[in-house]
T-cell receptor, first 113, second 118 residues
Framework: SQKIEQNSEALNIQEGKTATLTCNYTNYSPAYLQWYRQDPGRGPVFLLLIRENEKEKRKERLKVTFDTTLKQSLFHITASQPADSATYLCALGRSGGYNKLIFGAGTRLAVHP | DAMVIQNPRYQVTQFGKPVTLSCSQTLNHNVMYWYQQKSSQAPKLLFHYYDKDFNNEADTPDNFQSRRPNTSFCFLDIRSPGLGDAAMYLC?????????????????FGDGTRLSIL
C-alpha cells in the first residue's frame, strides 16, 4: 500500500540555522508534491508545490527538492525563526484519472531563540 | 478576506446522536473536501465534491454523509457517532480545471471542527 513517511520525532534547531525536513514515500508515483504548515488547533496552510519534472522550488526562505529516483522530498527553511515553529506536512498527488492528495503525518519543528 | 469558515470550532455530542458540521467558503472554488484528522496523524480524506458531483472514498464509513446545497456551503453529517469518530474535521477547497478530476492545485483549509463524543 502507499506509504508516506515523515520524521515523527520533533526537530529542534537554533534560531538562524537551516531546518531540513524529509518526506519519503513508497508504492507511489506522484506527479507533484505539496508542503503545508499546520499550527496547533488550526487547519493546514499551503506553502509550496513542486512537480515531478522540477528538481527544486524556492519561495523566500523556503526551498523544496523532489527526487523521484530516491522517492524523497526535502523541505528547507533557511535563517529559521521561532515563528517558523509548527508541524509541516507533505502531501502527494497524481495527475490523470481519479486524483487525491495523500498526506503524511507531519514533522513538528521547534526553533529555539 | 476570502476564506474557508468552519462552524462550530468545537462540537460535543453524545454517543449515537446525529451531528452536523458545516463549512462555508468565499473563494468560489469548485471543489470542496472533508478530511478527518486524529491527533498526530495525517489528514484522511473522507469525500469531496467536484461541483455537484459527490466522490466518496472507498474506506469512508457509511456513517459519514455529506451535502453540498450550493457552491459556498458543504455539510458533514455523522449519523451515529461512535467514540472512534472523535477527531478534528477539516474542510478544504480548491479551484480545479474544468472537465477533469481534482489535483495539482493548492488546497485551502478551514480551521476545523474538533468533535468530542461523550
Amino acid at each position: 500500500s502507499q506509504k508516506i513517511e515523515q520524521n515523527s520525532e520533533a526537530l529542534n534547531i537554533q534560531e538562524g540555522k537551516t531546518a531540513t525536513l524529509t518526506c519519503n514515500y513508497t508504492n507511489y508515483s506522484p506527479a507533484y508534491l505539496q508542503w503545508y504548515r499546520q499550527d496547533p488547533g488550526r487547519g493546514p496552510v499551503f506553502l509550496l508545490l513542486i512537480r515531478e519534472n522540477e528538481k527544486e522550488k524556492r519561495k523566500e526562505r523556503l526551498k523544496v527538492t523532489f527526487d523521484t529516483t530516491l522517492k524523497q522530498s526535502l523541505f528547507h527553511i533557511t535563517a529559521s525563526q521561532p515563528a517558523d515553529s509548527a508541524t509541516y506536512l507533505c502531501a502527494l498527488g497524481r495527475s490523470g484519472g481519479y486524483n487525491k492528495l495523500i498526506f503524511g503525518a507531519g514533522t513538528r519543528l521547534a526553533v529555539h531563540p | 478576506d476570502a476564506m474557508v469558515i468552519q462552524n462550530p470550532r468545537y462540537q460535543v455530542t453524545q454517543f449515537g446522536k446525529p451531528v452536523t458540521l458545516s463549512c462555508s467558503q468565499t473563494l468560489n472554488h469548485n471543489v470542496m473536501y472533508w478530511y478527518q484528522q486524529k491527533s498526530s496523524q495525517a489528514p484522511k480524506l473522507l469525500f469531496h465534491y467536484y461541483d455537484k458531483d459527490f466522490n466518496n472514498e472507498a474506506d469512508t464509513p457509511d456513517n459519514f454523509q455529506s451535502r453540498r446545497p450550493n457552491t459556498s456551503f458543504c455539510f458533514l453529517d455523522i449519523r451515529s457517532p461512535g467514540l472512534g469518530d472523535a477527531a478534528m474535521y477539516l474542510c478544504a477547497t480548491s479551484r480545479e480545471g474544468t472537465g477533469g478530476p481534482p489535483g495539482n492545485q493548492p488546497q485551502h483549509f478551514g480551521d476545523g471542527t474538533r468533535l468530542s463524543i461523550l
